[in-house]
């Protein structure tokens, strides 16, 4: 891989900070599942750009966003026993083009936080993945010095949804469970 990347990271005030990136990545000789065993039988691009921001709207309240726009363009070789249809279905469809969050992290005293995320992932059409939001939850204190706990909400939104397909498929549910952090 040959990757370029061009960022810029700004903090108009103490308030505030931006940053945002675009890449391009060359990739050669990527490895190919063929009828014959796996080859060294693609090439191409990827690119896109990343972009993220920091607010503290109070003192003890933080709002961070992030977005991700990603392309893929990746073909066989000439002369590849892979299909060429195959190799662009897989990978100009089976990432993501858009994700998206939103984070809200909050003290509500000295030893209690209180964090939300609502995350947005595309459709994955080459592998029929539908697009998905969701929302996670986390309430955490600080009981000492060295012990943490926490409660935590994952994938809040639906029961379950699915992330990626492949030989089989990765489903991910709802789950709420608690945590403990000893720090010895």
Do not use: C
Request: aromatic share 12%; net charge negative.
């Amino acid at each position: 891989v040959i990757a370029y990347e061009l960022g810029f990271r700004a903090q108009p005030d103490n308030l505030l900070s931006i940053d945002i990136a675009t890449f391009v990545n060359r990739y050669d000789r990527l490895l190919t599942g063929e009828s014959t065993g796996f080859f060294n039988n693609m090439d191409g691009f990827t690119y896109g750009v990343e972009w993220s921001a920091q607010y503290q709207a109070l003192p003890a309240w933080h709002l961070i966003g992030a977005y991700t726009f990603l392309l893929m363009e990746l073909e066989a070789r000439p002369g590849s026993p892979a299909t060429v249809l195959a190799a662009r279905n897989t990978s100009n469809n089976s990432s993501p083009k858009h994700q998206a969050s939103l984070q809200s992290r909050v003290n509500l005293t000295s030893d209690v936080e209180w964090d939300t995320t609502l995350r947005y992932v595309d459709a994955l059409t080459a592998l029929n993945v539908a697009a998905y939001t969701t929302a996670d939850v986390r309430l955490a204190w600080q009981a000492t010095s060295t012990l943490n706990v926490a409660l935590i909400g994952q994938n809040l939104l639906q029961d379950h949804h699915m992330e990626f397909r492949a030989t089989g498929s990765t489903e991910v549910e709802r789950g709420v469970y608690a945590k403990a952090t000893w720090k010895f």
